[in-house]
């Protein structure tokens, strides 16, 4: 079985600065993208970074300059360094990893838990 545990959210004023992390573990083949979503309340879920195995990242508009996800291949970790946190930055983070668990295995999408992340003006 596979599973994703995120962990680093957390309250920060404006301005501030959190770490988001995520791991994969179980049997996991290999990984490919992976990435972070959010959802605010009364609203849809929307990505907000992702990052492909050789490291190539992509940005929501809205977050390019401020957040920067990385990847460590060798222990199935992404991460998301938030940085000149706003308001409206605040939403329950989702991480997303596409893996295989064999070899023969199609690739599926994996959502962790979610976690919490909340900007005081």
């Known amino acids: 079985q596979v599973q994703l545990v995120e962990s680093g959210g957390g309250l920060v004023q404006a301005g501030g600065s959190l770490r988001l992390s995520c791991a994969a573990s179980?049997?996991?083949?290999?990984?490919?993208?992976m990435g972070w979503h959010r959802q605010a309340p009364g609203q849809q879920r929307e990505l907000v970074a992702t990052?492909?195995?050789?490291?190539?990242?992509n940005y929501a508009d809205s977050v390019k300059g401020r957040f920067t996800i990385s990847r460590d291949n060798a222990n199935n970790t992404v991460s998301l360094q938030m940085n000149s946190l706003k308001p409206e930055d605040t939403a329950v983070y989702y991480c997303?990893?596409?893996?295989?668990?064999?070899?023969?295995?199609?690739?599926?999408?994996?959502w962790g838990q979610g976690t919490q992340v909340t900007v005081s003006s």
């Open positions: 997303l990893a596409y893996m295989k668990y064999a070899p023969w295995s199609r690739a599926g999408a994996y």
């Open positions: 990052i492909t195995s050789s490291g190539s990242a």
């Open positions: 179980g049997s996991i083949f290999s990984i490919g993208a």
